[in-house]
């Protein structure tokens, strides 16, 4: 029989939908799966938006009726603004029974200003007052920019998904910046107990990459080599992510975790991204099995989500066998694949994937206010 979706969640893992558009937030769906699929939170990114906007007439009649001089970006935040405070709403029972420890939605700054600290801090206030909402998470990319902008948005009491995150080193430094934003609060004479911040790791797209890079060293090396090389396969990826996991088990322990812990601060989970399957010779739920474990979240998308109810198996998993784990990447180095190298370049791919999604956003906005203007008249 396949495990439930509960049985995740008992497991210590936070089950959040890594989609939003304004028809299942209107038609009860949103607040089905949150009764019937142990859902406890959502995030949102500007793909996701770009798909929501593109289909159907859901957020014609908004856009038609928005004052005249709204820019395309005004019109877009104007809408996503208005899709997380209503989410928001749907998770606020979620958030009240685990005295804010989940239910939160996140929103992202705009991928645009990923590199620049002032301005992301300008942007994640503005979506923060918008929203106006305590479970509400304003996303900001794990750049050195991004980190210098999280450690002050702690210290503002700011909730934050630290999204973007490939590398075991960038996340040390996103560690630290929770931390020492949660030091800076203190410092001022603020609570921090009732700040929430998760860290997003993405998962799938390590695998992508370095398959990749597998299969270009294939022709070159000895058939003993490409065995081993191939054995490889679909490996990085979870390596990785445990990796990730034993940081965040180091550095939320010792001294200067308790002193924190002792004034309320909520650990900073690590939340698993990018769990889709994208090779269909992998296991689709691969990415959700091999990640389970307490204190963590994985954000799904629909169809992930469904695949693992119809035949997900749920076992503690994210902690187990970190000496191979460990293997696996220095075999990879050995021949090579400097995993520094791949996760470099992921952020550069993502932020760019993010930035495209965001520009096709505001054409087709644009496009579309166009033609209401014109049936309008």
């Known amino acids: 029989m396949p495990a439930s979706l509960f049985e995740l969640r008992s497991a210590g893992q936070s089950i959040w939908l890594d989609y939003i558009d304004r028809t299942m937030l209107l ?87 990923a590199n620049d600290t002032d301005a992301t801090i300008t942007e994640a206030r503005r979506l923060w007052a918008m929203v106006g909402r305590p479970n509400v998470m304003i996303k900001v990319p794990g750049t050195s920019a991004g980190a210098r902008a999280v450690r002050r948005l702690i210290a503002e009491g700011i909730n934050v998904n630290v999204t973007l995150l490939f590398s075991v080193d960038a996340y040390a430094t996103i560690i630290d910046a929770y931390l020492s934003g949660l030091e800076d609060r203190l410092k001022a004479g603020h609570p921090i107990n009732s700040i929430a911040s998760v860290a997003s790791f993405f998962v799938s797209r390590v695998d992508t990459e370095v398959d990749k890079r597998i299969d270009a060293l294939l022709p070159s090396v000895s058939p003993d080599v490409a065995e081993r090389l191939r054995a490889l396969h679909g490996r990085a990826a979870i390596a990785n992510a445990k990796l990730a996991y034993a940081l965040f088990r180091e550095r939320f322990a010792g001294p200067r975790w308790s002193a924190l812990a002792a004034k309320g601060a909520r650990l900073q989970r690590p939340l698993w991204a990018s769990t889709s399957t994208k090779n269909p010779a992998y296991r689709d739920v691969m990415y959700v099995e091999a990640l389970i474990g307490p204190d963590t979240v994985n954000t799904m998308p629909p169809a992930t989500l469904e695949a693992f109810r119809d035949h997900g198996r749920v076992a503690r998993t994210v902690d187990t066998n970190l000496d191979a784990e460990r293997a696996v990447i220095a075999e990879l180095e050995q021949h090579g694949i400097s995993l520094a190298s791949v996760t470099d370049k992921l952020l550069v791919d993502g932020l760019a994937s993010f930035q495209k999604s965001f520009d096709t956003l505001i054409a087709r906005l644009t496009e579309k206010t166009r033609t209401l203007a014109r049936v309008a008249r």
């Open 27 to 113: 038609n009860g769906e949103l607040a089905r799966r949150i009764a019937h699929d142990a859902l406890t939170g959502m995030t949102s990114n500007p793909t996701i938006f770009e798909k929501a906007m593109a289909e159907g007439t859901a957020y014609d009649a908004q856009l038609a009726a928005a004052p005249a001089g709204h820019t395309a970006w005004d019109l877009f935040e104007l809408v996503e603004t208005d899709d997380v405070r209503a989410a928001c709403d749907i998770f606020r029972g979620v958030f009240e029974e685990t005295r804010g420890g989940d239910g939160y939605v996140s929103i992202e700054v705009s991928p645009g200003a």
